[in-house]
């Protein structure tokens, strides 16, 4: 078969660095195990960031850029998945290293799939896309670390973005008491009614602080890095922890040892790229229970493959909230 695919197709020729909409066939697909007729995909910052060649996100020429999708399976070898069956995929860097999403056929390593949740459609499996499956993975590492709602206020950072709005969101349905840093303050009522008790400026967390300060958050989830996470570890209570999601604010941690040390501190990782598949089943099978459809339509717009240039653009200039999901079969 040799059909017409429309596909977001990145090159890089003599340091030109373009982006197109254009027209494959599928033996220009890659040659992995498993063929998916891609029904939804969606717009992420690193995606932005790979369409604008603002970041240097993209490994190898061409790229179909697209960390996310959601699709059925046409074609595997693969004894786990047959015509017919909803998959997802998200990290394993595709849409940097392999061909992505962003486009109506992908061609992808069954490894890297899991099956779509009979509970959530494809395309809100989009409006959850990677930033609710990275909170959802950041909410179950403080379950097992022994959090509680009962155990006090849990501080999400970023709260405006993607992973820290989901955390907010999923925290408040599971009954915690959150508080929301956040440097868009005017965007209180909003984060409010994601499920935030607090909110808290940003600039409390972002300079330089003590090595321990008043003990105050049962646990927090932060997606900001640098100063932001020090002072967090900082400020948690005897035995509270942190899990660490992102670098907004940088990669470097100025921290000391003493929270660690003087009130078990607990600091966890968390890695949503190379998750093992339980890991990925588990946390989208969460989802699928505790994300209402309605929270979901507020939070998404949806567009077709045809904006998605524009749409990344506006993306990088701060022009869009929300999630960004893509219709590629639209």
Request: aromatic share 6%; glycine share 10%.
């Amino acid at each position: 078969m040799n059909n017409p695919i429309k596909a977001i197709v990145i090159n890089k020729e003599d340091n030109n660095y373009s982006a197109s909409l254009s027209q494959l066939n599928e033996n220009d697909l890659p040659d992995e195990n498993t063929t998916i007729n891609v029904l939804y995909s969606t717009l992420n910052y690193k995606d932005g960031l790979a369409i604008t060649g603002k970041g240097p996100v993209v490994r190898t020429f061409p790229m179909v850029p697209g960390i996310d999708l959601v699709g059925t399976v046409t074609t595997s070898t693969s004894d786990e998945f047959k015509n017919g069956d909803h998959v997802i995929l998200n990290g394993f860097g595709v849409g940097e290293k392999h061909w992505g999403g962003l486009a109506q056929k992908a061609a992808l390593n069954s490894d890297w799939l899991i099956p779509l949740p009979a509970a959530i459609s494809p395309k809100q499996a989009m409006q959850i896309g990677t930033a609710g499956y990275t909170a959802m993975l950041s909410v179950i590492a403080l379950e097992k670390q022994g959090v509680k709602p009962d155990d006090g206020e849990i501080l999400v950072t970023g709260a405006n973005g993607g992973v820290g709005s989901f955390a907010i969101y999923l925290l408040s349905q599971l009954g915690y008491n959150v508080t929301a840093a956040t440097g868009r303050v005017d965007q209180s009522e909003y984060l409010k009614e994601l499920g935030a008790s607090q909110i808290i400026n940003r600039d409390e967390l972002s300079n330089p602080g003590k090595p321990l300060q008043k003990e105050r958050f049962a646990a927090a989830i932060d997606s900001v890095g640098s100063h932001t996470l020090a002072n967090i570890c900082a400020s948690l209570k005897y035995g509270g922890v942190v899990t660490a999601c992102g670098l907004a604010q940088g990669m470097d941690l100025p921290a000391s040892v003493a929270p660690f040390i003087l009130r078990g501190v607990s600091l966890i990782g968390i890695d949503s790229v190379m998750r093992p598949k339980t890991d990925r089943i588990e946390a989208w099978e969460r989802l699928a229970t505790l994300v209402k459809a309605d929270y979901l339509d507020k939070i998404s717009t949806e567009i077709t493959l045809e904006q998605v240039i524009e749409s990344a653009e506006q993306l990088m200039e701060g022009k869009i909230r929300g999630r960004v999901v893509v219709n590629c079969q639209g």
